[in-house]
């Protein structure tokens, strides 16, 4: 898909202001001034910041877009194929093992699918609200009471915590006592999908990825709402009002 402009970009997501004051900034020393990470400044603290996300978000929407609708698809494929097996309308074992087994193998890989997928999607999203953090100065307080917040817990909260999840799931599938980082995660997803921390037998009840879950409830399957829940967070983290 093309690449939207930056002045679409801003139009689309009300960041309009943004067109003024994206200057190049002197130190008081008069020199040039440059970001943390060696890129020339435009604009204040706020503006570069969010000048900066805006870029990088733009770059990285089609990649989110055609992540998004395979993950989709594979996502509703796996609760069409495990739906019909609960209510018992799918291939028994003992009638057609062949059948069974072909089954099983299409929930496995549109599981695996609509999670990696949806991982991926989280991760690239995480990278950009990581680095609009850093670019902001932003405290952890301000990360976690930044808008729009899903039980209890910010967007960014929810996609950091996704993303730990995607990258160290065989990592969580392994431990008996989280580690603080993890149950930290933990604590957040199952917040998130209203499920326990932990199992009656203590055991971390989140053991595989769960990415495609997590998305499926706070989009509802919708990418400009995905999309939309961005640039409201990207907004209140910079206090962009």
């Not at 003992?94 to 549109?110: C, K, M, Q, R, S």
């Not at 990592?171 to 199992?199: F, H, I, Y």
């Not at 990415?211 to 206090?239: D, N, P, R």
Request: hydrophobic letters at 40%; a negative charge.
């Amino acid at each position: 898909m093309p690449i939207h402009g930056f002045d679409e970009t801003l139009a689309r997501f009300g960041l309009e202001r943004l067109k003024v004051g994206l200057d190049l900034q002197l130190t008081k020393s008069g020199d040039i001034a440059i970001t943390r990470d060696g890129d020339l400044q435009f604009g204040n603290r706020q503006g570069n910041a969010l000048f900066r996300f805006v870029e990088r978000w733009r770059h990285s929407e089609s990649s989110i877009g055609e992540l998004f609708l395979p993950m989709l698809k594979a996502g509703r494929r796996l609760i069409e194929l495990t739906s019909a097996r609960e209510r018992g309308e799918a291939p028994q074992l003992h009638l057609d093992p062949n059948a069974y087994h072909e089954t099983t193998e299409a929930i496995v890989e549109a599981d695996l699918l609509s999670a990696t997928l949806a991982g991926a999607i989280f991760v690239i999203l995480n990278n950009l609200f990581y680095r609009l953090k850093l670019d902001l100065n932003a405290t952890d307080d301000d990360w976690r009471v930044a808008t729009p917040v899903i039980q209890g817990f910010s967007f960014g909260q929810i996609t950091n915590a996704a993303a730990a999840n995607f990258r160290h799931y065989d990592e969580w599938a392994a431990t008996k006592s989280p580690k603080p980082t993890q149950l930290d995660s933990m604590n957040v997803l199952c917040g998130v999908l209203a499920r326990p921390v932990q199992s009656q037998h203590g055991i971390p009840t989140i053991r595989e990825n769960i990415c495609w879950k997590v998305l499926e409830v706070i989009t509802q399957g919708s990418l400009i709402s995905f999309h939309e829940m961005s640039f409201v967070y990207a907004k209140s983290l910079a206090k962009f009002h």
